[in-house]
């Protein structure tokens, strides 16, 4: 349990800290990226100042300051971070009532990610290849891919949307209905950002849709958890 509701562990860092997520999206769907919020830089090309732009974070306040986001045939510098950003690190983090402490900054992965790819690591390298470091953030695609038990059948892009009438069935991220954001854009374009569909595949949208909003964070590795990790049983902050 994470601010009296159940979240769930994605992962236990090398550092010692955990990933979490929030077992269900918040009440209401918000925009990536409102239509005309960015308009200079790399949020000029293409269709971003229609459709919203699909990076994160501002250049400045991602790891290293890098000069330029490069995203396919589209590059510059990246002024304003995202309003999902925004909003997550000041209303919504302002909303947590219990256990805010155990909350650490993290870096969170926020390269773009190729259609339809065949290649998990190779994936994975491209989306560590952006980085911000902050409260909160929105899982990646491929940590979407990677919550499934057989991930023969569905660890990589390319397998869980053929066959994702199956894989849905074994993702525990999977939620019935219900689509909701990554903080991964799609490479080759300035305003598709990637997002876990309702029919349990990863699908896009333009980044000025309302979709569902499932917060991700990390904890402090000193952590002192008791109770048994199940549903009816959940890991209890001490």
Known sequence: MFNNELWRIISKEADGTYKILRNEVLPETRAFDSQGTRTTGYCSQG?????????????????GSPVEFANGNYSGSVDIDSEMLTYLNDEYYKSITANKDKIVNHDF???????????????????????????????????????NSDMETCGTHSTNNSAYTTCRNTNWMYISGTTWWTLSPYTGYSYLVWNANLGGYLSYDGARYSRGVRPALYLTSSLT??????????FIIG
């Open 225 to 234: 958890l008791s109770g048994s990790g199940t549903e009816n049983d959940p």
């Open 109 to 147: 992965s926020i390269g773009s990610v190729t259609y339809n790819n065949n290649d998990l690591q190779g994936q994975i390298t491209g989306e560590n290849s952006y980085k911000w470091n902050g409260s909160i953030g929105l899982i990646s695609a491929s940590d979407y891919l990677m919550a």
């Open 47 to 63: 269709s971003a100042t229609t459709y919203g732009c699909n990076v994160w974070s501002s250049t400045t306040n991602m790891v």
